[in-house]
């Protein structure tokens, strides 16, 4: 079993968990800028924290086999910071940079127009740098936040197919299904899903744009869920193809949109036609 985990706070991880990861198929990852617990007060600080996320955790990644890719953005929590704005003149010289594959995470916390703004002006960035985005929907009246996160995707003139609305679950994701929208999926022990309901979910919406994460952050959390994922996806009786169209040709196919996905031994005739993935010096 390959695992592409596409949304992972490796930051908040030790050492370890990258041996376990590998040791458990994982081989690839995407890490998420997000919130680090406690407030940031200068712009110094989240370069700081973007310089680690295309730095010394691709390295970190590298001695276990792992080919670690970023997402660059003002979260949305701290978007309600007025120290924190100038960081939006900070991410274009950091979208450029080989490992970041999309925008993100960007949307909702607390659905405040100040993040209204940052979230429409990420979202430019993404149309502008011809990068997918990668959205994090609110931990609170979590139904009405996905709704106004569509209308804000389509006012974005992104085009819905490069756009990932993640953290959803079984009250959130019809809409998106029917937006177009790649649906992300956390997998936890506690708290937002379980693999037992991510399954059932995928028994109802089918495999198609589907991303299961196992997110990983500061909480209680476990970076091993995404294969316990799949296999509950086996025991139900999905196919080995199954699972590995969820659990790596789709996150490929999503990121690949980013043209900077470099798996050098990844075969062609096993991702997606149109999918952008450089191999060797291509």
Known sequence: MRIFDP?????????????????????????????????????????DYFDSLVGWEPYRASQF?????????????????PRCREVLDVLPRYLEKDGVVAVGEVGYDSM????????AAQLALAVEHELPALVHTPHRDKARGTARTLAVVRESGLE????????????????????????????????????????????????ERMLVNSAADWGRSDPLLTRRTGEAML???FSDDDV???LWRNPVE?????????????DRAETHEGNSIRRGGE
Not at 65 to 81: F, S, V, W
Not at 254 to 266: A, E, I, N, P, R
Request: net charge negative.
């Open 112 to 119: 405040t127009p100040a993040e209204d703004e940052v979230f």
């Open 254 to 266: 999503f990121y690949g949109q980013s043209k900077k996905l470099d798996f050098s031994t990844v």
């Open 235 to 237: 025991a139900a009786g």
């Open 65 to 81: 086999g792992i080919r670690h890719y970023a997402t660059i953005a003002l979260n949305p929590k701290e978007a309600n910071d």
């Open 7 to 47: 949304h992972i706070h490796m930051t908040s991880r030790t050492t370890d968990d990258y041996e376990r990861m590998a040791a458990a198929g994982v081989q690839a990852l995407v890490e998420p800028a997000f919130w680090l617990g406690q407030p940031r007060t200068s712009v110094g600080s989240f370069t």
């Open 160 to 207: 819905p197919g490069r756009v990932a609305v993640d953290h959803l679950n079984e009250v959130t994701v019809a809409a998106v299904a029917e937006s177009g929208c790649w649906m992300g999926f956390s997998i936890y022990p506690e708290t937002k899903m379980t693999a037992e309901r991510m399954v059932h979910i995928l028994r109802e919406y089918g495999l």
């Open 244 to 246: 590995d169209r969820v």
